[in-house]
């Protein structure tokens, strides 16, 4: 893959939000005599008091150098918020806080907290889930005491797990009104494994005057599910998933079920525009267009799409001017080239921009959002709608504007198969056109347009992939199968939910598959599929790294598919003991994705195709390993003698290791060492990492994966004592 530039590349995105968010910042933050105003109603020193009174256990922190940033609001919530800041070093330990709070009474909105003895906190943990839970429950009742709550269980979670930081209970809980979950309300809570609390967040800024729908009269629950079951239905789709750790895109076969939410006292079947009486159809597949369209160009030039840009990114009057700030050319995730023009809207209040995207190939128009239109003043605009064009005639605009800017692969997709969305915020209608192979819908890649309400284009977006195989769906197992199995799993939950600006909380019951939201089955396989993200449910036994075994695989940084096959004495290669290494103690990612220049290969047999090409790369980057002989085995078995000398390096400690004449090698079985590495092994043993037993180090010693996950803990300690330079 080769880069090509045109003009001055510039990452505008990042550079658009830091001056989008300082003209905010700049609104939102009173000065002169506003300033004033606030700074008599509530001073730093009122903060700090407060900030005492909700938590006595951290007097130390209050007493620590403060600043405060008072009187921001957000857009449409009247009520100002207030932010502490706070800072200190206790027993040598840097610690750190912030605080929001809200309203003239200064209630607690959110709170961050980086405390001194965090590595007390790593694993193993000193209290567990169920500890943790109480103790977040408890913080929860104490700040919202006026407020009543309920834990929600979650299955899901982030990767990028490292065992240098503290292991890290969250819990998420839903505000409950008369004893009824409302589903955007919520408060957050983070407990480390010491018992601190380290993070507390509670969704504050609704709007005045709530309604509720009563809960008396509502239906039976059993009444309910019996409905839903005896309407639902399964559907065959194609499904895309996309693993944010490597860039790689996936597709599947799934049967996904049809199925809504119901009013719990009407009965009625919840839609984008309320409720009616029919459940859910099965969706009508209409191609947009039956034959491929002529592609725009046959090869864009980055003259031609700066010219293109320019007439999409005009400017409306004289507030603004635009500048085309680069164009560059790029290889994307599909492999397809790309043209990339990064522009920026100078205006009196500073400047905001960001890029839009061109396919090399056909000149089609991949990604755009018309930021012009996001306030050249930055002031909240009257909400009237009045002027809008219909539904009818934004979904013929939309298609328009895709024959068009986006032409070529049009007939590849299929008009919405749901109705459109206004959304009374901005005045744009939106709108989903679903791609479709072998007559099947595609989740997860769609085209996306949105319409102002005068017709003109707001935004278009394409999750275009490409894919060589796609599953025959003749090998599906059957529909009743799959219908069998959700009918088995199914349950309902009542709870509030509000529809966009609607002040008005309906009583809805929402159904549920194996106590969660969204699930579907495999439909090769008869069983439910397993998604990126998922906390991974496989446990291991082992007689004395059981624990650890199964930390790493829950935290994904072990990949263990079935447990009970899992051997734990085995012996681990060096590319799987490199990988885990590198995944325990920093964060890299794969370097394949969204790349634009040539990918480098540092050995011959690990090319960027291979699956431990990230982990290698990143680890000849760090030197970890050498990079000074051709071929690197990552099948070779892992010794003793080498996990000593990758410890040592990530410590950062191999200068002094080099010195092997400063080294007394005293084990029975020293003549086996490597004498290049006597020094990585006297440092490795006498720090506890990889230990002599019996006076033996067993230089040549295979080692296990128990014998890893125990000593890759060990380091992580050691790394958190020093934050060394692989401390990322």
């Given amino acids: 893959m080769k880069l090509k530039k045109f003009g001055m590349a510039l990452s505008s995105s990042a550079l658009a939000f830091t001056l989008l968010t300082s003209a905010v910042a700049a609104q939102e933050n009173p000065t002169g005599q506003a300033a004033e105003a606030v700074a008599q109603t509530v001073t730093k020193q009122d903060l700090v008091a407060k900030f005492k009174a909700l938590f006595p256990e951290l007097e130390f922190v209050a007493n620590g150098e403060s600043h405060m940033n008072s009187g921001s609001s957000f857009r449409g919530d009247e009520e100002k918020r207030f932010y502490l800041s706070l800072n200190g070093v206790k027993g040598g330990k840097e610690f750190y806080a912030s605080v929001s709070f809200i309203g003239e009474d200064l209630a607690l909105e959110s709170f961050s907290y980086n405390p001194p003895n965090a590595a007390e906190a790593l694993f193993p943990p000193k209290i567990s889930n169920d500890e943790a839970k109480e103790i977040a429950q408890s913080f929860v ?3 919202l005491d006026e407020k009543d709550f309920q834990l929600e269980e979650s299955p899901y979670y982030y990767y990028n797990v490292k065992l240098t930081e503290p292991v890290r209970y969250t819990f ?14 919520s408060a957050q809570v983070a407990v480390l494994g010491n018992g601190d609390v380290v993070e507390f967040y509670y969704m504050s800024n609704q709007p005045k005057d709530l309604t509720f729908d009563k809960t008396e009269g509502s239906l039976d629950k059993e009444k309910v599910l019996k409905q839903i079951k005896e309407n639902l239905a399964v559907d065959l789709q194609y499904e895309v998933n996309w693993d944010f750790r490597t ?3 996936t597709v599947g076969l799934v049967y996904t079920p049809r199925i809504s939410n119901v009013h719990a006292l009407t009965g009625k079947w919840e839609t984008l525009k309320g409720f009616g009486d029919a459940p859910p159809a099965k969706p ?10 002529a592609p725009r160009e046959s090869d864009m030039t980055p003259e031609e799409a700066k010219k293109l840009a320019e007439q999409l990114l005009k400017v409306p009057d004289a507030n603004g001017k635009l500048k085309i700030e680069g164009i560059d050319e790029r290889t994307n995730y599909n492999g397809a080239e790309v043209i990339s023009v990064h522009y920026m809207y100078e205006t009196r209040n500073g400047g905001f921009g960001s890029s839009l995207e061109f396919d090399k190939k056909s000149g089609d128009l991949l ?12 002031e909240e605009e009257v909400k009237d709608w009045s002027h809008a064009i219909s539904e009818a005639e934004a979904k013929e605009a939309a298609i328009g504007y895709l024959k068009e800017l986006m032409p070529s692969k049009l007939h590849l997709y299929a008009k919405p198969t749901i109705d459109g969305q206004f959304d009374e915020r901005v005045g744009t209608y939106q709108f989903t056109f679903p791609r479709v192979e072998k007559g099947i819908t595609v989740i997860g890649d769609q085209l996306y347009v949105s319409i102002n309400a005068d017709g003109t284009l707001n935004s278009i977006g394409s999750d275009y992939s490409e894919f060589s195989d796609w599953p025959d769906p003749a090998k599906a197992v059957a529909e009743e199968e799959a219908l069998a199995k959700y009918k088995e799993n199914l349950s309902v939950e009542m709870n509030y939910m509000r529809k966009g600006e609607s002040k008005n909380y309906d009583l809805i019951y929402s159904p549920k598959f194996n106590d969660n939201l969204f699930g579907t089955i495999d439909a090769l396989t008869g069983e439910w599929t397993e998604r990126f993200g998922m906390r991974s449910d496989v446990t291991v036994s082992h007689p004395w790294a059981e624990k650890e075994l199964n930390y790493l695989i829950s935290a994904n940084i072990l990949e263990v598919k079935d447990g009970k096959a899992f051997n734990g004495d085995a012996t681990v290669s060096r590319g799987e003991a490199l990988r885990v290494i590198l995944s325990s103690m920093t964060y890299f990612y794969d370097t394949r994705f969204g790349r634009q220049e040539e990918l480098k290969q540092t050995f011959e047999n690990i090319d960027p195709k291979h699956p431990l090409y990230p982990a290698i790369e990143h680890a000849v980057s760090i030197g970890l390993i ?7 085995d990552v099948d070779a078995p892992m010794t003793r003698e080498e996990l000593a000398v990758w410890y040592v390096k990530v410590l950062g400690l191999e200068k002094a290791a080099e010195h092997t004449d400063l080294y007394k090698v005293d084990f029975e079985d020293k003549d086996q060492i490597s004498k290049e590495f006597a020094g990585y092994v006297a440092i490795a043993n006498a720090k506890g ?18 014998d890893l996950a125990v000593s890759t803990i060990r380091l992580a300690h050691q790394m958190a004592d020093r934050k060394g330079r692989f401390f990322y």
């Fill in 172 to 185: 998420s809980f839903k505000k409950l009104k008369g004893g009824v979950p409302v589903s955007d309300q």
């Fill in 689 to 706: 990492l990889v230990k002599a037993e019996n006076n033996k180090f067993n230089p040549k010693q295979e080692v296990s994966y128990a």
């Fill in 367 to 378: 990604n755009y959002y018309q930021m012009r239109d996001y306030s050249w003043t930055m």
């Fill in 247 to 249: 860039g790689e895109r």
């Fill in 284 to 293: 009508k597949i209409e191609r947009i267009v039956t034959e491929p369209l």
């Fill in 626 to 632: 050498n990079a000074d002989q051709a071929k690197f």
């Fill in 141 to 143: 009742k104490r700040m």
